[in-house]
């Protein structure tokens, strides 16, 4: 029996991953070999998709990126074998990108069956919640408190101080709720997890229950998403009725696509029903959250990494990573890069580092001239601050932001004028409009910087644009207000050449690139 590996992840499916399974079966059929398909989630080398492994007795052998009039020839160099074809890679945890790589969150991905809970447990699923049950509520959030485990939502905030204040806080009732509400443009490692290893969340929210006292969780999720969907309903289907989780129950909730309701509050109120909009804090949502309730309202990956964390120990994991910034951040590289895809690694990597060593520097070949972090609302960087350390703090003393992870590149062809305009349409577009700062200003963010692009008056309106964006940062009910400020001044700050006046500007003449620098 041949056994052969295709991921069923999105991005794999997007160019021609099904195609290839199909073929693989079809051609395997034709030449009499008895063979299974397993459907993976991917191992997060994009531009090697669809990668294509199969089982030999000295371990996995993968081929990619694997197209479906490859496959004939795939089986003619003796593909059951692992034998030698241009597609070759060998064994895929020995290539460079992935062995570089310490997977904690993602350990499984590309791996397991993420539609058999047999296959999750032979790779040490339900370990983490056996653990938390040995343990019990008070030693399970020291375990996460001591492991430094940080908000991978973007806000960063520790995730035990705030399982413990939802322990701490009287109710009737409390709720785990999952924001998997991934809106950030270059991001998609919610995504991977709940297509390549949706029981690690569940697990991960079992824990969470468990540590403060809730007895219902939610997963919040979005309708762009209906693959990823299908994938945790489908391991949720298979839990439930499993009866792992006990008296602990979940349910999957989708949402109608609102960026703002990735923000923690406006997905509360989506969640009950209501309309999106952001509600006023204090109350945090730890202590009045969900229907009223205690709540603990954690990202994918937060709740995903709670299992390895109790699995090994809190101290294991605050072993790795720098500073504040403890453990591993999923870093996820897009745009114009040579090497998309997810990279796992600990905190306290170089931007240069991720950027040139680990992405490849640009795909188009061109000088990188800047790089955005953190999503549609975090700060450019030029390559001039590619020393600066991947990590919270770091960042924030750059005026910028990890975010949810993202890391999107562009050349030395991208107008940044244009950049900092789209961040105040994106910010007019996505308000809920509770507040005038972000509903109004935004609006007239997107007026005033195409008033610089046209060359009207450019000192004055590049004036009022920073004022706008102070009012922004400091009056906004939310980070949509709150951090559409973070492109816009960091794109004037350091491009000030894209907006100066249209017959003063440097056209394709652009500072000197960082050379060397960007490598460590």
Same mark, same amino acid.
């Given at each position: ?125 339900? +370990? ?66 709940? +297509? ?118 809190? +101290? ?76 919270? +703090? ?118 000197p690139q960082g050379g060397e620098q960007g490598l460590e």
């Amino acid at each position: 029996m041949i056994r052969l590996f295709v991921p069923g992840d999105s991005a794999a499916v997007a160019v021609g991953a099904d195609k290839v399974a199909r073929a693989l079966a079809g051609e395997a059929a034709r030449r009499g070999l008895p063979a299974e398909i397993v459907r993976t989630g991917s191992r997060g080398l994009a531009w090697l998709e669809p990668l294509v492994e199969v089982e030999t007795p000295g371990g996995r052998i993968a081929y990619g990126p694997v197209a479906p009039g490859d496959v004939a020839a795939l089986f003619d160099a003796d593909l059951a074998r692992g034998g030698a074809h241009a597609l070759r890679i060998g064994p895929p945890e020995a290539h460079p990108w992935l062995a570089a790589q310490t997977r904690i969150t993602f350990a499984r991905c590309g791996v397991v069956d993420p539609a058999s809970l047999s296959d999750y447990r032979a790779h040490g699923g339900f +370990e983490g919640l056996a653990r938390a049950r040995g343990l019990g509520p008070a030693k399970t959030i020291e375990a996460v408190t001591a492991s430094g485990l940080r908000g991978r939502g973007g806000a960063g905030f520790p995730a035990g101080v705030k399982w413990k204040t939802v322990a701490d806080a009287p109710g009737d009732s409390k709720y785990i709720v999952c924001n998997a509400d991934e809106g950030d443009s270059g991001t998609f490692a919610d995504r991977m997890i709940l +297509e390549g290893d949706p029981f690690v969340l569940i697990e991960g929210m079992a824990i969470a229950g468990l540590a403060v006292g809730a007895r219902k969780g939610f997963v919040y999720s979005r309708s762009e998403y209906p693959h990823a969907n299908r994938a945790f309903q489908r391991a949720l289907d298979l839990v439930h009725a499993d009866g792992e989780l006990g008296a602990f129950d979940i349910e999957l909730r989708v949402g109608a696509g609102a960026y703002v309701c990735g923000e923690e509050t406006s997905l509360l109120e989506s969640l009950e029903g209501k309309r999106g909009q952001v509600r006023a804090k204090p109350p945090l949502p730890a202590h009045r959250g969900l229907f009223g309730r205690p709540t603990v309202v954690n990202n994918v990956l937060t709740l995903a990494t709670a299992p390895w964390i109790l699995t090994h120990g809190g +101290e294991a994991y605050a072993a790795l990573g720098t500073g504040r910034s403890r453990g591993t951040q999923p870093i996820q590289l897009a745009g114009n890069v040579k090497h998309p895809g997810l990279y796992e690694a600990p905190f306290g990597l170089t931007l240069g580092r991720i950027v040139m060593a680990i992405g490849g520097g640009t795909a188009s070949g061109r000088p990188v001239r800047a790089v955005q972090c953190g999503g549609p609302l975090g700060a450019y960087f030029p390559v001039a601050l590619f020393d600066t350390v991947y990590d919270y +703090e770091a960042f924030a003393a750059r005026d910028g932001l990890i975010g949810h992870g993202g890391v999107v590149v562009f050349d030395d062809t991208v107008d940044m004028a244009v950049q900092a305009r789209f961040a105040f349409e994106f910010c007019a577009l996505e308000s809920c409009g509770k507040c005038t700062p972000c509903r109004i200003g935004s609006v007239r963010g997107v007026e005033t910087i195409q008033k610089v692009i046209d060359g009207v008056d450019v000192t004055a309106n590049l004036e009022l644009v920073e004022d706008l964006c102070h009012t922004l940062k400091f009056g906004s009910l939310c980070a949509l207000g709150g951090f559409t400020p973070y492109p816009v001044m960091s794109a004037i700050t350091h491009f000030p050449e894209d907006f100066r006046a249209p017959d003063t500007r440097l056209g394709d003449i652009r500072p000197p690139q960082g050379g060397e620098q960007g490598l460590e």
